[in-house]
């Protein structure tokens, strides 16, 4: 009986169960830290609306109003939603172009800026502007706009199109 009952005990009491080693911590390859990604808002008011530059070489290359924000991403890589948005771009030989739209997203992984939701631009001689969507190139100084195009100047010239190129000046401009 004494045997048996130590049997007994014995597959009451199972051994661990075995595992493969597992290989130290410096031998695995390190894990990746996740990057912090940022959440900014912010408000103005109609004294005080927001207000954002860009500036390459002591030259403004763009200058932003807006009555609020919201920016989303890693530091130095974000993109920012502005509201109620005026965006003066200036190129180098100062040529400037003004545009205001309810939405401008201003992307620092693409440097660019892009106005939606209804633009109205107009250059210091005079041309309007008017087109869905305006999107400004930071590396070459250059606009494209598309949606339901429209340009004007004050002599009478008038064109519509699906998109353009141009510069900020709209003087070297291509529509289709």
């Known amino acids: 009986m004494g045997l048996a009952a130590l049997w007994a005990l014995g597959g009451c ?8 080693a597992t290989p130290s911590p410096s031998a695995s390859p390190r894990a990746r830290a996740t990057p912090l990604t940022l959440v900014v808002t912010g408000k103005g008011t109609a004294e005080r609306p ?3 530059f860009q500036q390459v070489h002591n ?8 009555s609020s924000y919201e920016s989303r991403g890693p530091e130095n890589d974000m993109r920012s939603i502005f509201r109620n948005a005026r965006v003066t771009f200036s190129d180098p030989r100062g040529s400037k172009i003004t545009a205001s739209a309810p939405q401008a997203e201003v992307d620092q992984t693409t ?5 939606r939701g209804g633009v ?3 250059t210091a001689a005079g041309m309007t502007l008017h087109c869905d969507r305006l999107v400004y190139r930071q590396a070459d100084a ?6 339901n195009v ?10 519509t199109g699906s998109s353009f190129d141009s510069d900020t000046s709209l003087t070297h401009m291509r529509m289709r």
């Open 59 to 66: 030259r403004i290359d763009y200058d932003l109003l807006a």
């Open 13 to 20: 009491n199972p051994q661990p169960v075995k595992t493969a």
């Open 150 to 159: 429209i340009i004007t100047d004050p002599r009478g010239f008038w064109a």
């Open 111 to 115: 440097d660019a800026v892009t106005l």
């Open 50 to 52: 927001i207000h954002v």
């Open 120 to 122: 109205v631009a107009r």
């Open 142 to 147: 250059t606009l494209h706009g598309d949606g």
